[in-house]
């Protein structure tokens, strides 16, 4: 647009300046664009790649050799193949905990997603009080995990717990209901806890989506004689189809890796009822650590198929919800 | 259905009323819906609050004091408030250690997260060059990476790096052992708050620092930056509270009781049946509080961080 400085010119060649010209451009920190992209992603790249990208490269190295255990620390290493896979695989508590963990996830976040939704239209119009209304309705988002455990552990207290209480009084319940040490229930109580505790995130995301939405859309619509519902139908839920992609990967991926949840709540029990992946994969690396019933080896394993099944849930959703924009 | 009859019909009384019913109606809910999302904590509250005994009896109490009617209204105390609950968590607990470190560790991720977020973040936002979509796209699939996946070999490498210099740095019990890890995985998200931030200034702001003969570096420091406070607020916010909840890395890697944080802490209180709830809602309450008032004070500048680029992207 306007006319730039020539000195602070971006696509001066390097060549016509000559190294002295470099050096003294350098000197007075008078970079061109790229460079200065460079100089401000290398500090980021280089952290992901030794914090992020090298641990799940050394994973997956790992679950191919014999274990690392904690109390042999200086064990030494040998390629096994798939024998590590192996032993995940006929493991019962292996396809007990993808199973609970795919009924976590997939009834729990569709669940939130509705809440959420309507949560979002019911928050969408101003109204007196709006700022306190979202304050409270946000704030189980803002729980640490692990407390929010705790507390409806207590609030779940198979003698003493304000829910048998509440049901008690009101007549549903004859007497306390054990909520969490009943193997056909707990469960569903942990994925109702996390539907309690996340529906509010999913309509703050909605509530974005909705409000980038213009409103002579709907104008034309009711002018047009569209009902209410065929204008959620045919005006809001097509073009809140990005915001739900991403709702759908900010929820589904945590949700997938719960583990705060049932260490605070049940242990995992009764059992193995509410054993997560991520729990069962904790348990096996540290807790049942030897060269033949866990330790790293089998951890490792388990940890590269958590994150296979996280990057195959992540690609389906992409596929199937992201539509390239039209310009 | 009988709306539509009755605005037909135009009676204004009816509608006046049908008015006051759908309000009374949407207040209801709202207000029925900010309960149950608070009950939990307020429940807490009420649970630390009395004396031991009280918390294991069924039916339980709600209100320490009642209305009674009997000829005339007197108020009857149905428990005692106290905070002894709170002087034995206390006692027997460093929870004030704990909420030290979990202070420590989540400024600590904060101010790394907004320092390199804002670099990245602008240059992803502003600047013009090549294999910028891939730049975007390895930092945006960072954060798929599950965190189990990266727990192992780093706290393997924080063992092998015990008893060496480089121990003091990253390691067991270390504060930047968890720091590092979590400025990491928060990465992805302060990046992308930072360049949805950007991407909103108006371009005219550089133009006009490059024509006064600023450098590049030179805008970036003297006009970027001080224009986006805002950004970094929520981006800090934002990640002081991920680090401030996190549980899984804190667990494995702070094995002194000196050196947990408050997730931990707590997390580690008691078995499921023979807990001390006593102490553990007075100890669950107290941690509750910073982000308690994080929510009153802040509330706006999470729901920017959190919906960033959404409806935009």
């Given at each position: 647009?306007?006319?730039?400085?020539?000195?602070?010119?971006?696509?001066?060649?390097?060549?016509?300046?000559?190294?002295r010209?470099?050096?003294?451009?350098?000197?007075?920190?008078?970079?061109?664009?790229?460079?200065?992209?460079?100089?401000?992603?290398?500090?980021?790249?280089?952290?992901?790649?030794?914090?992020?990208?090298?641990?799940?490269?050394?994973?997956?190295?790992?679950?191919?050799?014999?274990?690392?255990?904690?109390?042999?620390?200086?064990?030494?290493?040998?390629?096994?193949?798939?024998?590590?896979?192996?032993?995940?695989?006929?493991?019962?508590?292996?396809?007990?905990?993808?199973?609970?963990?795919?009924?976590y996830?997939?009834?729990?976040?569709?669940?939130?997603?509705?809440?959420?939704?309507?949560?979002?239209?019911?928050?969408?119009?101003?109204?007196?009080?709006?700022?306190?209304?979202?304050?409270?309705?946000?704030?189980?988002?803002?729980?640490?995990?692990?407390?929010?455990?705790?507390?409806?552990?207590?609030?779940?207290?198979?003698?003493?717990?304000?829910?048998?209480?509440?049901?008690?009084?009101?007549?549903?319940?004859?007497?306390?209901?054990?909520?969490?040490?009943?193997?056909?229930?707990?469960?569903?109580?942990?994925?109702?806890?996390?539907?309690?505790?996340?529906?509010?995130?999913?309509?703050?995301?909605?509530?974005?989506?909705?409000?980038?939405?213009?409103?002579h859309?709907?104008?034309?619509?009711?002018?047009?004689?569209?009902?209410?519902?065929?204008?959620?139908?045919?005006?809001?839920?097509?073009?809140?189809?990005?915001t739900?992609?991403?709702?759908?990967?900010?929820r589904?991926?945590?949700?997938?890796?719960?583990?705060?949840?049932?260490?605070?709540?049940?242990?995992?029990?009764?059992?193995?009822?509410?054993?997560?992946?991520?729990?069962?994969?904790?348990?096996?690396?540290?807790?049942?650590?030897?060269?033949?019933?866990?330790?790293f080896?089998?951890?490792?394993?388990?940890?590269?198929?958590?994150?296979?099944?996280?990057?195959?849930?992540?690609?389906?959703?992409?596929?199937?919800?992201?539509?390239?924009?039209?310009? | 259905?009988?709306?539509?009859?009755?605005?037909?019909?135009?009676?204004?009384?009816?509608?006046?009323?049908?008015?006051?019913?759908?309000?009374?109606?949407?207040y209801?809910?709202?207000?029925?819906?900010?309960?149950?999302?608070?009950?939990?904590?307020?429940?807490?509250?009420?649970?630390?609050?009395?004396?031991?005994a009280?918390?294991?009896?069924?039916?339980?109490?709600?209100?320490?004091?009642?209305?009674?009617?009997?000829?005339?209204?007197?108020?009857?105390?149905?428990?005692?408030?106290?905070?002894?609950?709170?002087?034995?968590?206390?006692?027997?607990?460093?929870?004030?250690?704990?909420?030290?470190?979990?202070?420590?560790?989540?400024?600590?991720?904060?101010?790394?997260?907004?320092?390199?977020?804002?670099?990245?973040?602008?240059?992803?936002?502003?600047?013009?060059?090549?294999?910028?979509?891939?730049?975007?796209?390895?930092?945006?699939?960072?954060?798929?990476?599950?965190?189990?996946?990266?727990?192992?070999?780093?706290?393997?490498?924080a063992?092998?790096?015990?008893?060496?210099?480089?121990?003091?740095?990253?390691?067991?019990?270390?504060?930047?052992?968890?720091?590092?890890?979590?400025?990491?995985?928060?990465?992805?998200?302060?990046?992308?708050?930072?360049?949805?931030?950007?991407?909103?200034l108006?371009?005219?702001?550089?133009?006009?620092?490059?024509?006064?003969?600023?450098?590049?570096?030179?805008?970036?420091?003297?006009?970027?930056?001080?224009?986006?406070?805002?950004?970094?607020?929520?981006?800090?916010?934002?990640?002081?509270?991920?680090?401030?909840?996190?549980?899984?890395?804190?667990?494995?890697?702070?094995?002194q009781?000196?050196?947990?944080?408050?997730?931990?802490?707590?997390?580690?209180?008691?078995?499921?049946?023979?807990?001390?709830?006593?102490?553990?809602?007075?100890?669950?309450?107290?941690?509750?509080i910073?982000?308690?008032?994080?929510?009153?004070?802040?509330?706006?500048?999470i729901?920017?961080?959190?919906?960033?680029?959404?409806?935009?992207?």
């Amino acid at each position: 647009m306007a006319d730039v400085n020539p000195q602070t010119q971006d696509h001066v060649p390097f060549e016509e300046q000559g190294l002295r010209g470099r050096l003294s451009r350098y000197r007075e920190l008078r970079l061109t664009q790229e460079e200065l992209a460079v100089v401000l992603l290398t500090p980021v790249m280089l952290f992901l790649l030794a914090v992020s990208f090298y641990p799940i490269i050394d994973t997956f190295w790992a679950s191919f050799h014999t274990g690392y255990v904690i109390q042999l620390p200086t064990q030494t290493t040998e390629f096994v193949g798939l024998e590590n896979y192996a032993r995940l695989f006929s493991s019962g508590s292996f396809w007990n905990a993808l199973g609970v963990t795919l009924f976590y996830t997939f009834v729990s976040v569709p669940i939130e997603l509705v809440f959420g939704l309507g949560l979002a239209l019911l928050l969408q119009k101003d109204f007196k009080g709006r700022y306190f209304a979202q304050v409270a309705i946000l704030f189980p988002w803002a729980l640490p995990t692990v407390i929010n455990a705790k507390i409806w552990a207590w609030m779940l207290n198979p003698n003493y717990g304000v829910i048998s209480d509440i049901l008690v009084r009101i007549g549903i319940l004859g007497e306390p209901f054990a909520f969490l040490s009943n193997p056909d229930i707990a469960l569903y109580s942990m994925t109702s806890i996390t539907i309690w505790k996340t529906s509010s995130f999913m309509a703050l995301i909605m509530l974005a989506g909705l409000s980038s939405i213009p409103d002579h859309l709907y104008e034309s619509a009711r002018m047009d004689g569209a009902s209410r519902w065929r204008q959620f139908r045919d005006i809001t839920l097509p073009l809140l189809k990005p915001t739900i992609l991403v709702a759908l990967i900010f929820r589904t991926l945590p949700a997938f890796q719960a583990f705060g949840l049932p260490f605070g709540l049940t242990g995992g029990g009764p059992g193995e009822a509410t054993t997560t992946l991520v729990l069962y994969t904790q348990q096996a690396a540290y807790n049942n650590p030897g060269p033949t019933n866990g330790g790293f080896a089998l951890g490792s394993a388990a940890a590269t198929v958590i994150t296979l099944i996280a990057l195959v849930i992540a690609l389906v959703y992409v596929g199937t919800l992201y539509e390239p924009e039209v310009r | 259905m009988s709306v539509i009859d009755r605005t037909r019909s135009v009676e204004l009384e009816d509608v006046a009323l049908w008015d006051i019913g759908r309000k009374f109606g949407f207040y209801g809910s709202i207000i029925a819906i900010a309960l149950a999302s608070m009950f939990p904590v307020i429940w807490i509250l009420i649970s630390s609050l009395k004396p031991p005994a009280e918390l294991f009896v069924f039916p339980q109490e709600y209100l320490p004091y009642a209305v009674s009617f009997d000829g005339g209204f007197h108020i009857v105390e149905q428990y005692p408030l106290t905070l002894e609950n709170y002087h034995r968590a206390l006692q027997q607990r460093p929870v004030g250690t704990y909420l030290m470190n979990s202070f420590i560790v989540a400024s600590g991720t904060a101010i790394i997260d907004v320092i390199l977020g804002a670099m990245a973040g602008y240059a992803l936002s502003r600047l013009r060059f090549r294999f910028k979509l891939p730049v975007l796209l390895v930092i945006l699939f960072a954060a798929l990476l599950p965190f189990i996946s990266r727990l192992i070999p780093l706290y393997r490498l924080a063992i092998d790096l015990q008893g060496t210099p480089f121990g003091t740095v990253f390691g067991l019990n270390q504060y930047l052992g968890l720091i590092l890890p979590y400025a990491a995985f928060q990465m992805p998200f302060a990046v992308w708050i930072f360049q949805a931030y950007f991407k909103e200034l108006p371009d005219s702001l550089e133009e006009a620092g490059l024509m006064d003969g600023l450098t590049r570096v030179g805008v970036l420091f003297r006009i970027i930056l001080p224009v986006s406070m805002p950004a970094m607020a929520t981006a800090a916010i934002i990640v002081f509270i991920y680090a401030w909840n996190e549980f899984l890395f804190a667990l494995t890697f702070m094995t002194q009781d000196s050196k947990r944080t408050i997730t931990v802490g707590i997390a580690l209180f008691g078995g499921q049946f023979n807990s001390p709830w006593g102490i553990i809602t007075a100890a669950v309450f107290m941690s509750l509080i910073p982000l308690l008032l994080f929510m009153f004070l802040f509330q706006k500048r999470i729901v920017e961080g959190l919906t960033a680029g959404v409806g935009k992207a």
